[in-house]
């Protein structure tokens, strides 16, 4: 069972749901800071979070613990509402940002929306980040996006997993799409977190969780599961993709769901590498039907529905 979670001071963990990831903001007299900014169209409301908790004090510091778009699709949104906001990204990505290589930062391989933002300092394994006056050291996380970065408060055992852990899984392992073996990578990263033996576990998605040892069993349990039967992790890939599209639209229409899938290179490799025997309508209709089935979505009228 999960013990009642209890933050320090100043610390505060928002839980935005699956479109957007979660935020940590960090929140002194001098200095505020944050974690992961969402995805884009809920810029309004993280500011709107953010207005709340700073009462009027200025943003002064963002980090990035990957670039997926649910991470730092708000980057830009809380740049232009605080101008002198400085950016930090993970130190292998910072010149891709710079040239702005979509393909290099996953947004057209996924058929993500990200809009542009400026970084303005790189961060990496070993270093120390001090966020609001408190360090936290920076950790590798490969598995899910050979990028993203762990941050560990080592005075209050709190660990920012991302999306290399979360109470009940981890998300999708994007490098598994392109034809790298990468499942190693999760089981390495999950050992690290066992390693670090954090009280606390703020994950990318879902709530805070202080049940380390479920959730790494779960989590092995679920990467082994996927390691012996890679196609069902394309499977439940194709699937987050198209549920990821369907969260920010809420309601689309089955026509332009296969016009988008057709564009989405990592979708035409999942039908490439591991549904070659079929044609790529019906193995999208065949995720779709997935997504009904396990209620995450319904048709109706020919459109798709989020739910």
């Known amino acids: 069972m999960n013990s009642p979670v209890q933050l320090p001071n100043g ?20 200095e505020s800071s ?11 409301q993280t500011i709107q979070l953010l207005g709340t908790l700073l009462k009027g004090r200025p943003l002064n510091t963002l980090v990035n613990t990957h670039l997926h778009s649910d991470h730092c699709g708000g980057n830009a949104a809380l ?6 906001l400085r950016i930090g990204v993970g130190s292998s990505q910072f010149q891709s ?3 702005w290589n979509t393909s290099e930062l996953s947004y057209a391989v996924t058929g993500q929306h990200c809009p542009r933002f400026k970084p303005h300092f790189a961060y990496s394994p070993s270093d120390t980040l001090l966020l609001s006056g408190m360090p936290w050291l920076v950790y590798a996380g490969g598995g899910h996006d050979p990028h993203s970065l762990l941050l560990f408060q080592e005075e ?9 852990l979360w109470q009940n899984g981890f998300g999708v392992v994007f490098p598994e799409l392109e034809g790298v073996s990468a499942f190693q990578d999760v089981l390495e990263t999950l050992d690290l977190i066992e390693s670090l033996n954090p009280s606390v576990c703020l994950p990318g998605h879902g709530p805070m969780f202080s049940d380390l040892d479920s959730s790494l069993k779960t989590a092995r349990s679920r990467c082994q599961y996927f390691m012996a039967n890679p196609q069902k992790h394309a499977t439940y890939a194709a699937k987050v993709l198209i549920k990821y599209r369907l969260l920010e639209l809420q309601e689309w229409r089955l026509n332009e769901v296969m016009s988008w899938a057709s564009a989405v290179p990592y979708l035409n490799r999942i039908k490439t590498d591991y549904f070659s025997n079929i044609q790529f309508d019906t193995m999208i209709q065949e995720m779709i ?8 979505a319904r048709v109706e009228d020919q459109k798709l529905y989020n739910i």
């Open 79 to 84: 740049q232009a509402a605080w101008p002198e």
């Open 289 to 296: 039907q997935g997504l009904v089935d396990s209620n995450a």
């Open 156 to 164: 209050h055992k709190i660990l920012i997993t991302a999306d290399a």
């Open 34 to 44: 944050m974690v992961d900014s969402g995805f884009w169209s809920h810029s309004t």
């Open 97 to 99: 940002l710079l040239s």
């Open 11 to 30: 610390m505060h963990f928002l839980e935005r749901g699956w479109l957007s990831s979660n935020n940590l903001v960090l929140t002194t007299q001098d």
